[in-house]
């Protein structure tokens, strides 16, 4: 399994971006899959996740509307619509493969695969 983060770069407060995770494996079908981030000198937290079959997805409070996760499962990707950014939003984002199917957990430990990561910079 593996996985790609893309989709980070600079952008001014109020601003948007879509990250999108590619998936190479057999499983992204039948597995939930999550956004986490981890900003300089802070622990990695939840974003967002959604279940195999995009029927039940999840935020964390700081994210709630404006924040999308949505997944393509002939395309084996999962995006993430970021919208009005604010500069708190800076951080490595990291998409992750749940071990699970129909519960988008948000607790990192229930994730066994992650992706290397893409930077996301919010200026103000």
């Known amino acids: 399994v593996q996985l790609q983060a893309s989709g980070g770069g600079l952008v001014q407060a109020g601003g948007s971006l879509t990250l999108s995770c590619t998936f190479a494996?057999?499983?992204?079908?039948?597995?939930?899959m999550g956004w986490f981030r981890q900003a300089p000198g802070k622990e990695r937290e939840f974003v967002a996740a959604?279940?195999?079959?995009?029927?039940?997805?999840r935020y964390s409070d700081f994210v709630k509307s404006r924040f999308t996760i949505a997944r393509d499962n002939e395309k084996n990707t999962v995006n993430l619509q970021m919208n009005n950014l604010k500069p708190e939003d800076t951080a490595v984002y990291y998409c992750?493969?749940?071990?699970?199917?129909?519960?988008?957990?948000?607790?990192?430990?229930?994730?066994?695969?992650w992706g290397q990561g893409t930077l996301v910079t919010v200026s103000s």
């Open positions: 494996g057999r499983t992204f079908r039948s597995s939930t």
């Open positions: 959604i279940a195999f079959n995009s029927e039940n997805s």
């Open positions: 992750a493969r749940g071990r699970g199917s129909t519960y988008p957990d948000r607790r990192a430990q229930q994730y066994d695969s």
